[in-house]
């Protein structure tokens, strides 16, 4: 599908006759993500072309010439995410579910997620990256991974007024999705933003001891929410920590790193990164989680999904 969409992208920036690109899922969902099984059935070499090939896509949709408007409806998770977030303008709605919950299956968050991520809000990318968080249509609104917010039973409207629009003018295009959006939407009361920005400011230990750059590393991370998790009995604090200690330790590292590192560098530098690491985790000679953590993420699943 990538190297298809790959070809759709080239043709459209050299067609004159095209002025705006609207990206959108079929159905119900934006876009899940990409079959992990498939690196299970193909060599490495294999793998790496793979890679190669969407990172290639990703970087074009993030630098892309012609204005871009993603129309983001339902579940947009993992190499999704990349079709939804590099683009100028970012439309979420009601039933939009975001999340990257790579660490979970011994990866890495990827698709240029070190790019985007680390240029959240204080380290709200790196709390997303790491534990996989669902966030919705509000959040990302509120922490900037989305533009706009248009009320799900506008959406279609909104798509309409796009196309009879005949312009890829930013400012017009901006414009047309503004008379549609809702400007504030109410944010849940367990909100993963509010959550995360109370811990950040109202522990009693914090900001200097998790804040600073040099002592927030995963380990201390893990012993402050311990820590408030003893005083007070936070049910998100509490999710926080099974989540992490569910994880592979090397992905979290790892994601923590990669993050960390994309802050001071542009989008093609984290993709050209990021494509290393995936075709060093893919070989498993460093590290083998990846070979066996989808394996026990599968059967927990099957096992959730048998008791309800």
């Known amino acids: 599908m990538a190297s298809q969409i790959l070809e759709l992208y080239n043709a459209y920036e050299e067609d004159p006759s095209v002025k705006l690109v609207i990206i959108k899922g079929e159905g119900k969902a934006f876009c899940a993500g990409g079959a992990i099984s498939v690196l299970f059935n193909v060599s490495w070499k294999e793998a790496a072309i793979l890679f190669s090939t969407a990172y290639t896509l ?7 010439a012609k204005t871009q408007v993603s129309l983001i409806k339902g579940i947009v998770m993992g190499g ?17 579910v975001f999340a990257m919950p790579k660490t979970a299956l011994g990866l890495f968050p990827d698709v240029g997620a070190s790019y985007y991520l680390s240029r959240l809000p204080g380290f709200f990318g790196e709390y ?14 509120a922490c900037g991974l989305a533009t706009h917010f248009v009320p799900l039973e506008k959406f279609s409207a909104l798509e309409d007024a796009l196309c009879k629009a005949n312009t890829g003018d930013p400012k017009i295009i901006n414009n047309i999705i503004r008379d549609f959006s809702n400007k504030n939407p109410k944010l849940k009361e367990k909100s993963q933003v509010f959550r995360y920005i109370f811990f950040v ?14 002592q927030y590393t995963l380990k201390h991370n893990v012993h402050c929410k311990e820590e408030e998790a003893d005083k007070n009995k936070d049910d998100w604090i509490s999710w926080t920590i099974k989540t992490l200690k569910k994880a592979s330790p090397t992905s979290l590292k790892n994601s923590l790193r990669s993050i960390r590192t994309g802050r001071l560098q542009g989008v093609g530098q984290c993709l050209i990164r990021e494509y290393r690491m995936s075709c060093t985790v893919i070989r498993g000679k460093v590290c083998r989680d990846f070979f066996e953590v989808p394996i026990y993420y599968f059967i927990s699943s099957i096992k959730r999904l048998q008791s309800t």
């Not at 400011?201 to 040099?214: A, F, S």
């Open 58 to 64: 990703d970087y074009l949709i993030a630098t892309y």
């Open 80 to 96: 999704g995410a990349a079709f939804a977030v590099h683009g100028r303008f970012r439309v979420v709605t009601d039933d939009t």
């Open 128 to 141: 997303v990256g790491l534990t996989g968080a669902r966030l919705d249509g509000a959040e990302m609104l």
């Open 201 to 214: 400011c109202n522990c009693e230990n914090p900001p200097g001891k998790l804040m600073r750059p040099h």
